[in-house]
């Protein structure tokens, strides 16, 4: 069924504000002042976004569908290492160039059975790392949601840094390089 045009506009305010406000004050911003700023009631803006995870979903489904593409396009490259760390180097410069991003990319239990954006970039990850463990490129055991987990905890930790991204990609790789690499002979 289509949206009556006040709603379909309703939806859009709201998203349009929330993809500011989260920018501006990250993912735990409240449904309430979003609603405020739309100009919406916080009942029209919880009918269209039922939880703070409907409405992060929303916000960065731009940014998860490109992560998704970028996965896709490195799929068949000839370097399968160069590849990964292509595709984990998108992903930071990403989750850390969007305020939020990387708490929208962390599972949610509540959520449990549903689709969630975590689930969509890890699958859209797994491919890539497979090849890598193919090659023998990843440590055996490494999952999709290990690097993940690895990346939003470090967007995480750099998010209040005067500069977030380039704080995520140093340690990024860092973490690829390994913090104690064998002495050169």
Known sequence: MAQRSDAQRNHARILAVAEREVAAHGAEVPLE?????????????????PTRRA????????????????????????????????WLT???????GARGMAVALMRDEVG??????CDRVTDAGAPL???AD???????????????????GIVLATE???DPAAS?????????RGISPRPRP
């Open 33 to 49: 002042q979003i609603a405020r700023i739309a100009g919406v009631g916080a009942a029209t803006a919880r009918r269209h976004f």
């Open 55 to 86: 409405l992060l979903d929303a916000v960065f489904e731009e940014r998860v569908e490109a992560l998704v593409a970028r996965a896709g396009e490195l799929a068949d490259a000839e370097d399968a290492r160069a590849a990964l760390l292509d």
């Open 90 to 96: 998108a992903l930071t410069e990403y989750a850390a």
């Open 112 to 117: 449990v059975g549903q689709e969630q954006p």
């Open 129 to 131: 790392l497979r090849r």
């Open 134 to 152: 193919d090659v023998g490129a990843v440590p055996a055991g490494v999952s999709s949601a290990d690097l993940l987990t690895l990346v939003t």
């Open 160 to 162: 209040h840094h005067q």
């Open 168 to 176: 995520a990609e140093r340690l990024l790789a860092l973490a690829v």
